[in-house]
Nanobody, 123 residues
Framework: VQLQASGGGLVQPGDSLTLSCTTS????????TAWYRQAPGKQRELVAV???????YYADSVKGRFTISRDNAKNTMRLQMNSLKPEDTGVYYC??????????????????WGQGTLVTVSA
């Protein structure tokens, strides 16, 4: 499985941005896909995860501002980010787990990673 992330950029606080992640296989066959991010000097953290049944889970820091979704026709996962803050700055990675069967809140990252796309929120 290959994942291709895109959509990062430089935005101002309060702006919106949408990230996309395209998969090389049918995304509706993948039980769980997720977005992670890594801020400078910090560990990679889970941002949001979505199941093949469109169940979702969000980190508390982005709940109410970010929306994760899948477009099965385009084999694409998206992350709509609104009301961006400077602390949202980081490299965003898409992730996929072909065998995950647990609760989304326990998602620990699958074996497939995209290359990352940089999001910078700065005035």
């Amino acid at each position: 499985v290959q994942l291709q992330a895109s959509g990062g950029g430089l935005v101002q606080p309060g702006d919106s941005l949408t990230l996309s992640c395209t998969t090389s296989v049918s995304i509706n066959q993948i039980p769980a896909t997720a977005w992670y991010r890594q801020a400078p000097g910090k560990q990679r953290e889970l941002v949001a995860v979505i199941s093949k049944y469109d169940s979702t889970y969000y980190a508390d820091s982005v709940k109410g501002r970010f929306t994760i979704s899948r477009d099965n026709a385009k084999n694409t996962m998206r992350l709509q980010m609104n009301s961006l803050k400077p602390e949202d700055t980081g490299v965003y990675y898409c992730n996929a787990d072909y065998s995950y069967r647990g609760a989304l809140r326990d998602y620990g990252g699958g074996q497939y990673w995209g290359q990352g796309t940089l999001v910078t929120v700065s005035a």
